[in-house]
């Protein structure tokens, strides 16, 4: 009974770390890089130029937010929509 119970703790335990990394942004060059303005989209092509694959990624996404937090309102809706 015991086993059962630690066994279940450990598969919801699974599930919800597995859950809570699904919900962070991929590592890699965003694919909207294209059609950022031209500052942005170089400083985001800089900014993921060294990452390797597999590799952890946590500055380069704190590089990327930054970025993206220098868009105007014009320029976020033109790049992701919304009104």
Known sequence: ????????????????????????????????VDVLPAKQSKDLRETWKQWKEGGECVTEQAATHAILG?????????????G
Do not use: D, Y
């Not at 919801?12 to 909207?32: D, N, R, T, Y």
């Open 1 to 32: 009974m015991q086993s059962s119970l630690l066994s279940l703790l450990l598969v919801g335990a699974a599930v919800a770390i597995s859950s809570q990394k699904s919900e962070e942004p991929p590592c890699g060059l965003p694919p909207f």
């Open 70 to 82: 220098t868009l105007t309102p014009e320029e976020h809706r033109a790049v992701f929509g919304g």
